[in-house]
Every structure is written in C-alpha cells, then in structure tokens.
C-alpha cells in the first residue's frame, strides 16, 4: 500500500515540478535576502527536521503551518508530522507516520487548536487536536476509480476548509459545523472546474489555495503553467488573474490582505518566493518581487511567523532524479518581503 502511494506521489509530482515555468528575469526586482538583516537575529535562520522513524534519511517535506511560537512540517515519504519551536534548532516527530492512513502528508493548515492535514494520494483529509494529538476528524474522497491527490488546505473565515485536488477538476469543503467527525465521512466537492478556463491537464494542477478575509473568493495556483485563479466560493465562478504577463509558478500560497506570497520552486535559479499585489477584486495582480535565499533547496510551501516566513525545502529536485545525494531537510526561516 505504502509503496504505491509513494510511487504515484512521485509520478504525480514529478511532472510538475521538474517542468515548472521559469521566471523571466525583467518581471521583478529580486531581492537577495542574505544582504538584509533578519527579523529575531536571536532566532534560528534555519530548522533541521530530525530524521527519525521509516524515513530517516529522505523526509522530503511539503507542507508547513504555524502557530504561534510552533509551526508543523509534514513529510511525503510516510506522513510523519513534525513539530518545532521558533527559539529551537531541530524539529522532531509529533504525528508518526502511519498512523490513521496517513502514509503521505502534503499541505497543512493550522486553526484554532485543530491541524487539518491533506493525504495527497491518499484521497484522505485528516483533523488532529494540537494539544492531545487525538484524531478528531477525517474525510475521504468518493472512491470511483479516479485517481485523486489531495494537495493544500485553507480555511476560511467562518471555520469552513477548503482542500485543492491536484487530479481531480475540482474543490472540496470541509463545512465548519463538521469539522469533527466519529468515522470517516465523504469529502464534498463545492465547485467544479470542468468547462471553465482553469482546464486539467496530466500533470499537477489545482495546488495552492488561500481564502481571501471576506470568504468570497479563494485563489488557486497552477505551478506547471505558471497561473493563478480567483474561484468564487459561493457562485462557483473561475476566473484566470491577470498578472500582466507574469508567470507565477506557485506552489504553496499565502494571503496578507492584497498581498500574496508564493513559494516558487522552478526547474532552474532562481528559486524564490514570490511577492504579487493583487487588485481589489482578486482578478488581477502584479509581481513585486522575488526573494531568494542560498538556503532555499527546492522550496515547496511558506507560512507566516510574526515578521518572518518559514520556507520548506523539500529536496524534490533529488527525489524525482535529479541526481545527488539529499542532504539534511530542513526549513528556513527569512524576513517578511
């Protein structure tokens, strides 16, 4: 079971990532982080994530949320989640991997006391207490024969969570009156992207998703074509951004207000996150800049943590033969752009 959850993981993947879209170099300024001084110089610039249990030497990490002086890290290799501390050097195991289905742990997202956690191509949504570790929810897409991937998380501002599905056209929601669960319920689909501009293709397509502060709209990224989508939450409506030209290789995503972050992990330098100030209406944006870091190693999603931005380096490029040996999975931890 585990191997073949693992080998579609990386079939899945692979395809996107290794054929990301490149970033033209006179879209933006690009910022060299290393020249700047970091928030909270007392802090860590960089979190090891200790190698322990069935994937001690290839973590492969993706997902990351944060919570105060914590933030969590998942692994795609047996669904180990990790826990650190800002103030702390080395993150270690909370969740271990296996456990409740979850051999595979893409994105996260941290609510309350409540981490919900995407199984990828597991099908699965998972729900865990940040206090006692219990399982307090899961879900399950409606098993047909169609490969699924769940990939990302966000929950708006009413408790509703909203999952992408990288194979399957279309957007689940979690309903904020069930987020706690006695068995396994099903995953409802709340919007469909069959007949719109956001068409699926045989790679990695629906990715990144955050939810604007009105719960209107959320935004979607297609890292192969470089594209981003408003999808209107209660219409069901889909519209492409219109980024002026840009291209916006998005992996996971962030929502300050109109300011959106975007882990962009390309094929070639630089890799960067990504800064787009975006219209009133979500429609429309343009790229500020891109912040790159020597730490960055195949940066996959990003969260916020007081000023700073914790940065998971996944390693991908590796893993889905790139050549090299993997080093130490870690993420890094850079100023707010």
């Known amino acids: ?80 989640i990790y826990r650190g501390r800002l103030d702390q050097p080395t993150a270690v195991p909370f969740l271990p991997g296996g456990e409740d289905g979850r051999v595979v742990a893409a994105g ?7 981490l919900f956690v995407a199984g990828g191509p597991t099908g699965l949504v998972w729900a865990y207490d940040l206090r006692t570790r219990e399982l307090t929810g899961s879900w399950q897409v409606v098993q047909d024969g169609t490969p699924a991937f769940l990939n990302d998380i966000a929950v708006g501002p009413r408790g509703d969570v909203y999952v992408t599905d990288s194979s399957r056209p279309v957007l689940y929601r979690i309903d904020a009156r069930d987020r706690k669960t ?39 990224s297609k890292p192969r074509t470089g594209e981003l989508f ?34 962009e992990w390309t094929a070639g330098p630089p890799q960067s ?5 975006l219209s009133r209406d979500l429609a429309s944006g343009t790229v500020v800049s891109r912040t790159t870091d020597p730490s960055f190693d195949d940066p996959t999603t990003i969260a916020r943590a007081g000023r700073s931005l914790l940065v998971v380096n996944s390693q991908f490029e590796i893993r889905f033969g790139g050549g090299g040996t993997p080093g130490p999975f870690t993420v890094s931890r850079i100023p707010l752009p």
């Open 230 to 263: 408003r999808v209107g939450l209660k219409d069901g409506s889909v519209v492409r951004v219109d980024l002026g030209g840009a291209s916006v290789a998005g992996d996971g995503l962030l929502l300050d207000g109109r300011t959106l972050y975007a882990a």
């Open 108 to 114: 996260l997202k941290v609510d309350g006391r409540t």
């Open 182 to 220: 006695t068995g396994t319920e099903l995953l409802e689909p709340v919007v469909s992207f069959e007949g719109t501009v956001f068409t699926y293709d045989q790679d990695i397509n629906a990715n990144g998703i955050v939810v604007s502060r009105d719960g209107r709209y959320a935004v979607v």
């Open 273 to 277: 996150v990504v800064e787009v100030r």
């Open 1 to 80: 079971m585990r191997s073949s959850l693992t080998t579609t993981l990386a079939t899945v993947v692979a395809l996107t990532l290794l054929t990301a879209v490149p970033a033209a170099a006179q879209e933006t300024r690009v910022q060299d982080v290393q020249t700047q001084e970091r928030h909270r110089p007392d802090l860590p610039t960089t979190y090891l994530l200790d190698p322990v249990g069935p994937a001690a030497d290839d973590i492969y990490p993706e997902g990351i949320a944060a919570r105060g002086n914590e933030f969590y890290v998942s692994s795609t290799t047996d669904g180990t």
